[in-house]
């Protein structure tokens, strides 16, 4: 009879753990395609759309973004990097092969 208790006390303590685990990778291989590319050759204006169709879709204003000229790909991450600004507020974006986007905060 200990044991049997002693596998349901187990058992209930690890499952949050267990559904914590599950939803970890349910997020990470939602958002991750595996292979998203290499494409040091796409025009600069597909990039720049990709950035301004993700802002569009999220609120943010499309009419003010100035994009910096020292923009570009790195082969290591098969990213382009793509400094711009909204008004006076400089943002960088990390643009995939497919458009998927990663934008950080304002850098100093």
């Given amino acids: 009879m ?3 208790t002693l596998g349901i006390v187990l058992a ?3 499952m949050p753990v267990a559904a914590s ?3 970890l990778f349910a997020i990470v291989f939602r ?3 595996g292979d998203t590319g290499s494409c040091p050759t796409q025009p600069y204006e597909v990039t720049k759309k990709h950035i301004a169709d ?3 879709a999220n609120n943010k204003p499309t ?3 100035v994009f910096e000229d020292d923009a570009h790909y790195d082969n ?3 990213w382009w990097m793509v400094p711009f600004r909204v008004n006076s507020t400089r943002y960088e974006a990390m643009v995939d092969c497919h458009g ?6 304002a850098l100093k």
């Fill in 2 to 4: 200990k044991l049997r």
């Fill in 12 to 14: 209930t303590s690890l």
């Fill in 21 to 23: 685990v599950f939803l």
């Fill in 31 to 33: 958002h991750y395609d």
């Fill in 54 to 56: 993700y802002l569009k």
């Fill in 63 to 65: 009419n003010k973004v």
């Fill in 76 to 78: 290591t991450t098969n």
């Fill in 100 to 105: 998927g986007i990663e934008i950080t905060g």
